[in-house]
Nanobody, 123 residues
Framework: QVQLMEFGGGLVQAGGSMSVSCTIIGRPFSAYTIAWFRQAPGKGREFAAGISWNSIETSYADSVKGRFTISRDNTKNAATLRMNSLKPEDTAVYYC????????????????WGQGTQVSVSS
């Protein structure tokens, strides 16, 4: 059984930085495309960033492009979303998701999900 675990999150002031990380338990990490989705209070879940299994391909939502960076280290079984220049509107629960196959931004194609971690940005 595949389990995703997320690390990081918390409270940061606007303009600050924060990282959230994700690992997979139970299957080889390198077999999976990884994405981060987020869900703000009262809103639907949205794609934030994703990375292919071999790091060749990355994708970002327009709202985070230039501020967020997704990376992964398959030798350490970890994917990290580095978030810079955070804004109050980045406040959300951030979910790590995994799938086999190509990178895309559609949440229904991701089979495995973490429990989510809260990121709060104060103004």
């Amino acid at each position: 059984q595949v389990q995703l675990m997320e690390f990081g999150g918390g409270l940061v002031q606007a303009g600050g930085s924060m990282s959230v990380s994700c690992t997979i338990i139970g299957r080889p990490f390198s077999a999976y495309t990884i994405a981060w989705f987020r869900q703000a209070p009262g809103k639907g879940r949205e794609f934030a960033a994703g990375i292919s299994w071999n790091s060749i391909e990355t994708s970002y939502a327009d709202s985070v492009k230039g501020r967020f960076t997704i990376s992964r280290d398959n030798t350490k079984n970890a994917a990290t979303l580095r978030m810079n220049s955070l804004k109050p509107e980045d406040t959300a629960v951030y979910y790590c998701a995994a799938k086999t196959g190509g990178l895309d931004s559609t949440d229904r194609t991701y089979v495995h999900w973490g429990q989510g971690t809260q990121v709060s940005v104060s103004s």
